[in-house]
T-cell receptor
Framework: NAGVTQTPKFRVLKTGQSMTLLCAQD?????MYWYRQDPGMGLRLIHY???????AKGEVPDGYNVSRLKKQNFLLGLESAAPSQTSVYFC???????????FGNGTRLTVT | GQQVMQIPQYQHVQEGEDFTTYCNSS?????IQWYKQRPGGHPVFLIQ?????EVKKQKRLTFQFGEAKKNSSLHITATQTTDVGTYFC?????????FGTGTRLKVLA
């Protein structure tokens, strides 16, 4: 049982480049989330989804877009990467609201 | 919007000493969860508190939820090197989870 899988694990981008981070879960979870983690700032919610075909903005959505075309997948896109987007990105999922979150292993992104 | 703060940001303790981290929310929480993140790892769920004034224990870890449901604490008795990591609280509503800023614990052997 893989749980929550994030790809890629590491990525280096130049300013202005674009990329997509993929999150896949095999637990049939309804809710999925993207967080970024920066030193001293904890985990900040970027976007989330409460079901297939739905997305919503979190605390820090600017510069990111998301899509949830299939229930098991939640994609995070950066259209024009900026150095301020250098961070560790975590995807998480949960079956029911207020239940414990299951996290992926993270993607370490560096934008130069 | 809702904010969840944790103190301290960092804590260094000698092995065997106790450790406490505090979590404070700007709004009343329906419940609170605690997670542990080992260095280089991802957050892993520890426990959830739901009731006002609730206290739960897991071996050397004691979790409390405040009477007003706006604050919580995690206390570790007699820390061990395996306790190293960052501890996060998270306030959860119907489907939104807002994490605290985390407390990074280092245990010196």
């Amino acid at each position: 049982n893989a749980g929550v899988t994030q790809t890629p694990k590491f990525r280096v981008l130049k300013t202005g480049q674009s990329m997509t981070l993929l999150c896949a879960q095999d637990m049939n979870h309804e809710y999925m989330y993207w967080y970024r983690q920066d030193p001293g700032m904890g985990l900040r919610l970027i976007h989330y989804s409460v079901g297939e075909g739905t997305t919503a903005k979190g605390e820090v959505p600017d510069g990111y877009n998301v899509s949830r075309l299939k229930k098991q997948n939640f994609l995070l896109g950066l259209e024009s990467a900026a150095p301020s987007q250098t961070s560790v990105y975590f995807c998480a999922s949960v079956g029911q609201g207020s239940s414990p979150l299951h996290f992926g292993n993270g993607t370490r992104l560096t934008v130069t | 919007g809702q904010q969840v703060m944790q103190i301290p940001q960092y804590q260094h303790v000698q092995e065997g000493e106790d450790f406490t981290t505090y979590c404070n929310s700007s709004t009343t929480l329906s419940n609170i969860q605690w997670y542990k993140q080992r260095p280089g790892g991802h957050p892993v769920f520890l426990i959830q508190l739901v009731k006002s004034g609730e206290v739960k224990k897991q071996k050397r870890l004691t979790f409390q939820f405040g009477e007003a449901k706006k604050n919580s604490s995690l206390h570790i008795t007699a820390t061990q090197t395996t306790d190293v990591g960052t501890y996060f609280c998270a306030g959860s509503g119907t489907y939104k989870y807002i994490f605290g800023t985390g407390t990074r614990l280092k245990v010196l052997a």
